[in-house]
Every structure is written in C-alpha cells, then in structure tokens.
C-alpha cells in the first residue's frame, strides 16, 4: 500500500538502551508492514556511531520521509544527514521516542507508546522546524553549557556505568553537581537579530551556573527551561541563570523548571535572538542534543525552516 509520505525509512541504533533498541526496531517493523505492507517502508539497522548520518545523507528519492526511531542523540545524527542534502531534498523527518533522552519527541508532541506514534507518523501532519547550528555542528533541540550541561553529560555517564535509567538518575546527577561541583562561568554573549530591538543586537557580559540555546522548549528529559520557546519562529530562546543562589535554593529553582516555573525568579534571564556568539572565559561543560562539545568559542546561528517535520499533535 502507498502512503501519503512515499516510502518510509526507519533508521534505528539497535545497540539503543542496552539492546532493546534491536527489539523496538523489530516491533516497529512488524506494525508498519500490519499498515503499509512490506514495500510502503524500510529499516535501517545503524552499525557505529555517526552512521545514521550517512545513512540519511544517502536516502534515495522514493523516500518521503525519514524516521529516527530513538532517543535525541540519534535524532541528531539523522537531521544531520539531512542537512548534507539540498534544501529541496530532504525528506520530511518524523520521530518515535525510543531512547533515554526524549525531549525533542516532545517538542514535535509524538506519543511515547510505539503504535500511537506510527498512528501519528502515518496521519503525517507535517509542520517547518529551524535548525541551530554551533561552530559548523546542527542541533534541533539544545545547545547548553554550565550546570545543565554537567548534570546531562553525568547522567549519561552514570546511565552507561549503572544501566539504569529516568529522571530519578537525572536527579541523582543533579544534586551531586548542585553541591559538590556548582561552577560559575564567565561569559561574554553577543545577541544578533534581538526581535523588537532598534538597533537589533545585545551584548550581555555575565557570570552564570548554567546557559541554554534552545529551539525547543526542553532539555535534560523534559525541564521546561525555556516553556514558550517556538520550533518554526525563526529565534532562539536563550536562558540564563546568575549567582548567587545557595545549592539547596539552586536545587528548588531546578525542580521549578521542570515544570517551567523558574521563568519569574530573579537569577533566571531570557533573551530571544536570531544568532548569538558567545565566549567563556574557561572551558565549560557543553552539550548540543545531549552529546558532549568542547570549545570557548561558539558562533551559533539558526536555521530557519530547515526541516519539515511530522508533527503529532
Ligand atoms: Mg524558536
């Protein structure tokens, strides 16, 4: 059977969450052909990291959308791909939620149960999505540095140390950081294209624990860090928090944004743009859609309806 979308391509990392991601990637396919039949899609099983890059820089024309069937970091790997090709040619890409990070499923309102979000791929309702991009590298969620960015690279570590998973492990991570490693990090950020703004740049010069670069409204497993941050409006939504807050205060302003109630507290700034440099004085911990960067220096601009996105809701 044909669907609306062409032929579907599914790329999966099966080596996701201990290996469970072969048994999704399996189950995914045996709903799909249920729906599509055997010839409406295809799986693409990744062998390293990285390949999920090539593999979606490499679709052929009779596919009409790509599906990243995981968590953020194999989301990342498939918009890149994307981004290699020509504007015109990219393929709409859709996500089913399968991995430990699923902020950028939420973003786009894919269900997190596995039928429910072939459903919502098959409906393909499609929708524009900007793209970040940092010293040459492409995000579609996040791009954080500090406090955050610490609290997501531990969780990572203590994921793949302890096999163990969720929000509670996030948490874990979190308050380890808050007491025993809260940093300060000088910045100098430099705000281009600042909306309602005459002349239409900002130069902030701060200390902060933590800074985001967002497109979507959450990082770290759904902290709602910047909760109206828009996915097509062209502008990042940047956060900052400023000392001096004491762990156990820094820790409740934390919890608040995970249901985005930070955004009143007086240690906690926003600034939309639609480019931004920003220089550290040192090296801070740094993520782009959960994945470890390095640098001081960060020349960061967004990408404007670079993707068309299935949309679940
Ligand atoms: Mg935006």
């Excluded at 996040?142 to 690279?153: P, V």
């Excluded at 200390?207 to 996915?231: E, K, M, N, S």
Aim: net charge negative; proline share 5%.
């Amino acid at each position: 059977m044909a669907t609306r979308c062409g032929t579907i391509a599914i790329i999966a990392n099966p080596a996701a969450q201990n290996g469970r991601g072969a048994w999704t990637a399996v189950e995914a396919a045996s709903l799909l052909r249920a729906k599509v039949g055997e010839g409406g899609f295809k799986l693409l099983l990744t062998e390293r990291a990285g390949h999920a890059t090539a593999l979606a820089a490499q679709l052929g024309p009779e596919v009409g959308a790509v599906v990243a069937l995981g968590g953020d970091g194999l989301i990342n790997e498939v918009a890149c791909g994307l981004m290699e090709r020509d504007a015109d040619e990219r393929p709409v890409l859709g996500v089913i939620p399968a991995g430990s990070g699923n902020d950028y499923a939420a973003t786009l309102g894919m269900a997190s149960s596995l039928p429910a979000a072939i459903d919502q791929i098959l409906a393909f309702r499609t929708g524009p999505a900007d793209v970040g991009r940092v010293n040459g590298h492409y995000f579609v969620e996040t791009l954080s540095f500090g406090l955050d960015a610490a609290i997501a690279l531990d969780t990572v570590e203590r994921r793949v140390r302890t096999g163990r998973a969720g929000t509670r492990l996030y948490l874990e991570s979190a308050v380890d950081q808050l007491f025993h490693h809260l940093n300060i990090y000088d910045f100098t950020a430099r705000f281009e294209g600042v909306p309602n703004a005459e002349p239409d740049v900002r130069t902030v010069e701060a200390a902060a624990y933590l800074l985001a670069v967002q497109i979507g409204p959450t990082y770290g497993g759904h902290f709602r860090i910047t909760p109206d941050a828009a996915l097509d409006d062209g502008l990042f939504d940047v956060c900052w928090a400023v000392p001096e807050l004491a762990p156990r205060r820094a820790l409740a302003v934390l919890l608040a944004a995970r249901f985005g109630r930070h955004t009143g507290n007086k240690h906690i700034h926003f600034q939309r743009s639609r480019a931004l440099t920003l220089d550290f004085d040192q090296e801070p911990p740094a993520q782009i859609d959960g994945e470890k960067i390095t640098g001081t220096h960060f020349a960061i601009d967004c990408i404007p309806h670079a993707l068309t996105v299935v949309l679940g809701h």
